[in-house]
């Protein structure tokens, strides 16, 4: 069945300091793949998407993620953590039946300043 | 321009109630969704509805009803609340052919 995991359910960074959050998936063909992020009392909003081609893929707000097959990673890095980032971070693969996707149960950023 | 809004934003209400959530995208999106996330933040599909057809019924109580009125709208009708109802429900829309999702800002749901 497809899944996903993020390991860590809490990260803390300082402002400034780069940052990467880990999401591994289990998909019987080649997934489709996105983060999202979701700020307190907010809606999910997409950060990315994978859907083929190039591993290393830009999205919005100076986010990049990076498809690693043999890994079943797809895992989200910034170079440079601003306050503002502070939020919950949601990976999701798909799709499977009924074009659904199936989500991982989050990681918080916390950022220090 | 809001793609996909929700109303209400808050709904509070005490348990046996009927209550419903509107969702609309202006989109123009073929495929919508309703999600429930819980006191842990995890996400669960509940419905996906693609040009007013039911295509995903994951397990939820019968109480849970679906309405597409046109492929612009999905309301969620919910009979007899109970306490284990409340979380946040959120309405996600997508474009025929691709798999990424558009959410809405969700409901909060509060059942006493």
């Known amino acids: 069945a497809q899944s996903v995991t993020q390991p860590d359910i809490h990260i803390t960074v300082s402002e400034g300091a780069s940052l990467e959050l880990r999401c591994n998936y289990s998909y019987g063909a080649t997934p489709y793949l996105f983060w999202y992020v979701q700020s307190p009392g907010q809606g999910l909003q997409l950060l990315l998407k994978y859907f083929s081609g190039d591993t290393l893929v830009q999205g919005i707000k100076g986010f990049e993620a990076e498809f690693k097959r043999s890994q079943s990673s797809f895992n989200l890095r910034k170079p440079s953590v601003h306050w503002s980032d502070a939020a919950e971070y949601f990976c999701?693969?798909?799709?499977?039946?009924?074009?659904?996707?199936?989500f991982g149960a989050g990681t918080i950023l916390r950022v220090k300043s | 321009d809001t793609a996909v809004s929700q109303t209400p934003k808050y709904l509070v209400t005490q348990m046996g109630n009927d209550k419903s959530i509107k969702c609309e995208q202006n989109l123009g999106h073929d495929t919508m969704y309703w999600y429930k996330q819980d006191s842990k933040k995890f996400l669960k599909i509940m419905f996906s509805?693609?040009?007013?057809?039911?295509?995903i019924n994951e397990t939820v109580p019968n109480r849970f009803s679906p309405k597409s009125p046109d492929k612009a709208h999905l309301n969620l009708h919910i009979n007899s609340l109970e306490l284990g109802d409340s979380a946040v429900y959120f309405c996600?829309?997508?474009?025929?052919?691709?798999?990424?999702?558009?959410f809405g800002p969700g409901t909060r749901l509060t059942v006493t």
């Open positions: 996600a829309s997508s474009p025929q052919g691709s798999y990424e999702q558009y």
């Open positions: 509805y693609n040009n007013k057809e039911l295509i």
């Open positions: 999701a693969v798909g799709p499977t039946y009924g074009n659904k996707l199936v």
